[in-house]
């Protein structure tokens, strides 16, 4: 009977330590969201995108304003720097005790991406600069990125929430925060993608 109660206590606290997250590691409801938003923000680009002729692609409302070859340009340019600088803190130590100096939520984090009335000027290696030959090769890099993006968040036990990285603007945050804030950013640019749709003067063709 000694030995029946025993083996169901190291059963017991077996099953117990092996489902519980590590420090870090993603909930399941966080996995899901992230995955999610990446899937629906890949999904509302190709949407975007799709039948443009190369005249409605290098439109441009006026000189000062981005084309949308350049915003998918731009999109698929950040969607590696951003990713590659997420990858690299990862693999520093962790630093817990920078927690508390996160100071936006993961809400505020995405209206204040969104916010198109704030405006920002992106860092010179992401100014669209012709660096891909065309949209399709831009779109093609971003999504090889986005889907592997994605096949991490859905497996990764990395510890995320202990690793920081600061943001000019939206000043320090955990690694799943940036996660979600690179979704974000190619949804800011997707919607200015569609004000350029929008112009008047957009070509019909």
């Not at 950040?78 to 817990?96: F, G, H, L, S, Y």
């Not at 669209?128 to 497996?155: G, H, L, M, N, V």
């Amino acid at each position: 009977m000694k030995k029946l109660l025993l083996f169901a206590f190291v059963l017991t606290a077996f099953v117990t330590t092996s489902f519980r997250l590590a420090p870090g590691t993603l909930s399941a409801d966080e996995r899901k969201f992230a995955i999610d938003y990446y899937q629906k923000t890949k999904d509302r680009l190709i949407k975007d995108l799709e039948g443009l002729s190369e005249a409605q692609l290098n439109f441009k409302a006026d000189p000062t304003r981005w084309s949308i070859y350049q915003c998918t340009e731009h999109i698929a340019l950040a969607e590696n720097m951003i990713w590659q600088w997420i990858q690299m803190t990862e693999k520093q130590p962790a630093t817990p005790e920078k927690r508390s100096e996160v100071k936006v939520t993961l809400d505020q984090l995405m209206k204040g991406t969104l916010d198109r009335t704030q405006k920002f000027k992106a860092p010179e290696m992401l100014q669209p600069e012709a660096k891909f030959p065309d949209t399709r090769a831009a779109f093609q890099a971003y999504q090889a990125r986005r889907d592997s993006t994605i096949e991490y968040i859905r497996t990764t036990q990395d510890d995320l929430k202990d690793h920081f990285i600061t943001h000019p603007a939206a000043g320090t945050m955990d690694l799943y925060q940036a996660l979600v804030m690179l979704a974000a950013h190619s949804e800011r640019h997707t919607m200015q993608i569609e004000e350029v749709k929008a112009d008047p003067n957009f070509p019909k063709h």
